[in-house]
């Protein structure tokens, strides 16, 4: 299945990030040299989507800066014959169509999705959350449509994890077809848990098809008081079939600090230009952390 449209939810608060997410948004902080947003576009664009919808807020403008070209940066650096740098900031404009819609009121993921309804118009998409940043060739999004392709309906990223976090998380009942791939039966946010169906967790993936919008028109607010996407998927298995797939690839955490700086070393470990700067960074750590 073809698949043009990503929407990508940026429209929280990043509290976890503060003091530095006042006036730097959390999806524009960096792994390495680039923010997370962009990794998540990149595997979107691999993917062949075309079109990338941003959810933002108010007082979070420098995500649609980061997306603009910058003519006067672009002639400087090719003055001073820069070509690896121009290269690199004119992919960021190039890699797909990006347009922003914004979400008023922080009332939950669902509704940041349903906010995105017209502009998604009536044809499946994907939903990517930008701290979820996964390493692997292919890319999560390219391993789902293959799933999809397979099985008719939509298709939802998990991981097992220890049953000691899973009230951190989304998590599926379901029943295993084999292949990393199982029906979803139901599907609960954050339970407790003694109250988990599993510790299949869902992750920043998500394949929905637009019947998903009445049913989060319809969803009322959940954990947290806020609109969960998680409901409103239950209430899409009453129309249509549901697969969770587990992904191939390393899940980083980057609605974290710790999550972000240790994304940061893998990423760094398997670029070949900072591979052996970083390898090094890491034994003289060690080594000083164990003669302390
Ligand atoms: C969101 C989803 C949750 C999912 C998680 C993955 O939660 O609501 O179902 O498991 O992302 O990162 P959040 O982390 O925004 O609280």
């Given at each position: 299945m073809q698949i043009k449209k990503a929407v990508i939810p940026a429209a929280g608060l990043g509290t976890r990030f503060l003091p530095i997410t006042k006036s730097v948004p959390k999806e524009l902080l960096p792994i390495l040299d680039r923010p997370m947003l962009q990794y998540v576009v990149e595997e979107a664009a691999e993917a062949g989507v075309e079109e990338v919808i941003i959810v933002t807020a108010r007082g979070k403008e420098s995500i649609a800066a980061y997306f603009h070209p910058r003519p006067e940066l672009e002639q400087r650096l090719s003055e001073t014959g820069a070509t690896e740098l121009l290269d690199s900031i004119r992919h960021v404009s190039s890699m797909a169509e990006v347009s922003f819609v914004i979400q008023e009121q922080p009332l939950g993921l669902g509704h940041a999705v349903l906010t995105a309804r017209e502009a998604v118009g009536d044809e499946p998409f994907v939903v990517i959350l930008p701290d979820d940043i996964i390493d692997h060739q292919p890319g999560v999004i390219s391993q789902m449509l293959e799933v999809s392709a397979q099985y008719e309906g939509g298709v939802i990223a998990v991981e097992q994890v220890p049953w000691e976090v899973?009230?951190?998380?989304?998590?599926?009942?379901?029943?295993?077809?084999?292949?990393?791939?199982?029906?979803?039966?139901?599907?609960?946010?954050?339970p407790a848990r003694e109250d988990?169906?599993?510790?299949?967790?869902?992750?920043?993936?998500?394949?929905?098809?637009?019947?998903?919008?009445?049913c989060l028109e319809q969803t009322p607010p959940g954990t947290k008081g806020e609109i969960q996407l998680t409901d409103g998927i239950q209430l899409l298995l009453e129309e249509r079939d549901v697969f969770a797939y587990e992904f191939r690839g390393t899940r980083h955490d980057g609605g974290t600090p710790m999550g972000l700086l240790r994304a940061s070393l893998e990423y760094g470990l398997t670029r070949e230009d900072t591979r052996d700067a970083v390898s090094a960074l890491i034994t003289g750590l060690s080594t000083k952390m164990a003669g302390s």
């Open positions: 899973i009230h951190n998380y989304g998590v599926v009942d379901a029943e295993d077809r084999g292949n990393r791939t199982h029906f979803v039966k139901g599907l609960v946010e954050k988990s169906p599993s510790n299949l967790s869902i992750v920043g993936r998500y394949i929905l098809p637009p019947e998903i919008f009445d």
